[in-house]
């Protein structure tokens, strides 16, 4: 297959290039869109007890989770002067009157204590929205600066799990556009410093072009069937760059060296397009399915990334085996340059470290084992307002809720039976619980075992006489250990079936769905990986090596990021407030997508590797060169990868600052301590069993052409 496309570029150049540019108009054209089709996931997981809860929620008692919190701050007196309560009054009139309002309870209504901060100076106003995600979030976009305001009785401040939502998406999207103005020119600026040639260039920024506007394209067209996530077109810009300078640098240095073997210029591009295409096809592979592990888990959120991580590979691949050999073909002359010198950095330091390989094996070892450790303390926490930048609207107001409001109704855990039944005893039942605020059921308003007056909301029975019981929690609760807080509810008997949910109940049950599935999406990754090295290298030995060392590297991730983002150290530098644990769907998605970009590195080393051993049949002499030829581009393309990821840690959103940190430290991490050192370590150790594997297993093995003998030129 290389073969002939590498015919086909070679003999029909300009046209190749011809229809790729027409391709790269009509992406970039539909592409540049893709932002406004996309959407921000809810913490939910389908089919689960809380989304059964939400759904009776909706159906029968046309209420939900608030969607929308209206802060109301009297300026003379309390909430409870006349003044206040006259203008407050018109307020949730206005508010009953919008057209997705289904539900509104305010302080005014309700008079429940839970509504009103503890100096009576603030009160709350509660609405439920109907709609999916998209047309909430799109509604208070407009909603939202027309409820905020300041009148002489009244300041309005607008929040709420939607509006934080929304405006983490709002944030998403400034730090894709900041990212993608910052990256493509410093990407540009040291691709020239690393060829020495502005035409090569352009060349591999054209490949990373084609892979970031083919995959919002293709995300764009996704959207219009199922739903994509915003942050999807993150991961689709730097990936897309990423792995684009990746595949150019390795096919352009490959064209070059057949050059200087004194090749002709389409017999260059031709064993280039096969020696260096096959290592891109397999480097391609690995990273898709690393990141299509991802579609194990039951949330659009992570499946997004799986969608953006297929179409970034199958563009990049796309252009560096068949655009950019027909660029070689036409302008080849345009990239040339004298060859590397004989030995360099890199090289030096592997074959110092294979001459005393337990020594210098030891040591990076304990470097990384060190980096690591603060791994022993991660924990798994929920997502609330600190994951937007401090001074944002909705933040803002969620901190003075927490702030001075001794409960939270905003996250009110909601608790619906499917039987009619006595609500009296569970609610007391339910009020006695640790972290419980009030417990407002339809005949009143618990809290401490005893009825303390009328409920705090409206809409608690069904018309066929079933309950929903409103447990409110304490500010301590939300800002503690959530899920044992959930799971004490459930826990509690109750005089009929009971479905717990509200937000509380969507993000335990989204984190269980998550956790539940983790070992399933690491297994496949780690198999279909194994598999795909046994497949190239024709060993047993390599893959589980670089199955070893790549969970090395990624555990110095995840120690980077229990370190910086859980216990808060370099807060100040990198601007964001630590919550004291992870929300777990990031680290899953850094998993993915560090574990598929640490084994490119690994197929492009063994790759040149195994190459060199086939033609001299001497490991250690084999590794050196394998690592003189290769080190120096792996470094570079890291180098530039880690520079794009890093580019979100300027952003505003946390989750971006973690994925990019984090990402960015194991790629440096990976193409330095590990392909450098303890690669070639473990190699020196191991000797011919490297490349042992029973007969049975070499006859699955894909076999390739000899590029030596150049038998498909």
């Known amino acids: 297959m290389l073969t002939r496309l590498g015919r086909l570029a070679v003999r029909r150049s300009r046209a190749v290039l011809t229809g790729a540019l027409l391709v790269l108009l009509g992406l970039g054209a539909y592409g540049a869109g893709a932002q406004q089709d996309l959407d921000l996931s809810r913490w939910s997981a389908p089919g689960t007890e809380s989304v059964r809860a939400g759904d009776l929620l909706r159906e029968d008692f046309r209420t939900g989770n608030p969607d929308l919190a209206l802060l109301v701050t009297a300026r003379d007196g309390d909430v409870d002067s006349a003044r206040t309560e006259r203008a407050a009054r018109e307020l949730v009139a206005e508010v009953a009157e919008l057209p997705l309002a289904r539900d509104v309870t305010s302080y005014w209504d309700a008079g429940s204590s839970a509504l009103r901060g503890e100096d009576r100076r603030r009160a709350l ?61 410093v990407v540009v600026l040291l691709l020239i410093l690393v060829y020495r040639r502005t035409v090569a260039a352009l060349l591999t920024v054209g490949v990373g072009l ?16 199922t739903e994509v996530s915003t942050f999807a077109a993150n991961l689709a ?11 150019g640098l390795f096919v352009i240095h490959r064209y070059r060296e057949e050059r200087g073997a004194g090749r002709d210029r389409e017999a260059a591009v031709l064993a280039a397009t096969v020696a260096a295409g096959r290592t891109v096809v397999f480097s391609g592979i690995t990273v898709a399915v690393s990141l299509c592990a991802l579609l194990v888990f039951p949330f659009f959120f992570l499946s997004s990334f799986a969608y953006a991580g297929v179409l970034v590979v199958l563009c990049a691949v796309a252009g560096a085996v068949l655009v950019l050999p027909a660029a070689l073909a036409l302008w080849g002359h345009r990239v040339e340059r004298p060859a590397a010198p004989a030995s360099g950095f890199w ?4 074959l110092a470290a294979m001459r005393r390989p337990l020594l210098a094996g030891a040591g990076v070892l304990t470097v990384l084992l060190v980096a690591a450790a603060p791994l022993l303390g991660l924990r798994f926490g929920l997502p609330d307002e600190r994951t937007l930048p401090a001074g944002t609207s909705s933040r803002t107001t969620s901190e003075i809720v927490h702030r001075e409001f001794a409960a939270e109704p905003t996250d009110t855990v909601q608790v ?37 007056g009328a409920p705090g909301q409206d809409r608690l029975t069904a018309p066929d006489g079933r309950a929903r019981l409103a447990v409110v929690p304490t500010q301590e609760a939300m800002y503690g250990n959530v899920p044992a807080l959930v799971e004490r509810i459930r826990d509690t008997a109750a005089p009929a079936p009971a479905l717990v949910g509200g937000y509380p109940g969507e993000t335990t049950d989204f984190r269980a769905t998550l956790l539940d599935r983790l070992p399933i999406a690491v297994g496949l990754v780690l198999v279909a990986t194994y598999v795909i090295l046994f497949l190239m290298t024709g060993s047993v030995l390599l893959p589980l090596k670089a199955t070893v060392l790549n969970l090395l590297s990624l555990s110095v991730m995840f120690g980077c990021l229990v370190w910086v983002f859980q216990d808060g150290h370099l807060s100040g530098l990198l ?9 777990p769907s990031i680290p899953v998605l850094m998993f993915c ?15 040149r590797i195994k190459e060199e051993h086939e033609r001299t049949g001497d490991t250690g002499r084999a590794v050196g060169e394998g690592i003189r030829r290769s080190a120096p581009l792996i470094t570079a393309a890291a180098g530039i990868l880690a520079l794009s990821f890093l580019s979100y840690a300027t952003g505003g959103v946390v989750f971006l600052k973690e994925l990019g940190v984090g990402t960015a430290l194991t790629i440096l991490v990976d193409a330095t301590l590990i392909r450098v050192v303890l690669l070639p370590v473990t190699m020196r150790l191991a000797g011919r069993a490297n490349w042992w594997a029973p007969t049975w297993l070499r006859r699955l093995r894909v076999r390739e052409g000899d590029v030596l003998r150049g038998e498909y030129v």
Do not use: C, K, W
Not at 153 to 178: M, Y
Not at 237 to 247: F, I, K
């Open 416 to 452: 619906v039976l499917t039987e009619p039944a006595d609500t009296r005893a569970y609610a007391a039942r339910l009020s006695r619980i640790p972290g419980v605020h009030q417990v407002d059921a339809p005949d009143g308003a618990y809290r401490d075992g005893r009825r303390t």
């Open 593 to 607: 997508v560090a574990y598929g970009l640490s084994m490119d590195y690994e197929v492009f080393l063994l790759a």
């Open 575 to 583: 601007g964001f407030t630590p919550t004291g644990s992870i929300e």
């Open 125 to 185: 106003v509660l609405v439920h929205l109907a709609g999916n995600a998209t047309e909430i979030r799109e509604e208070l976009a407009a909603l939202s600066p027309r409820l905020t305001r300041t009148t002489p009785e009244l300041d309005v401040r607008v929040g709420g799990q939607e509006e934080i939502s929304r405006q983490v998406g709002e944030e998403a999207r400034a730090d894709f556009l900041r990212a993608e103005a910052f990256g493509l020119p």
């Open 347 to 350: 090289h030096r330091t592997a």
């Open 237 to 247: 810009l730097v990936l897309g760059l990423g792995l684009g300078v990746d595949y």
């Open 210 to 225: 084609l892979s970031v506007l083919g995959a919002l394209a293709g995300l764009r067209l996704l959207a219009q069937f």
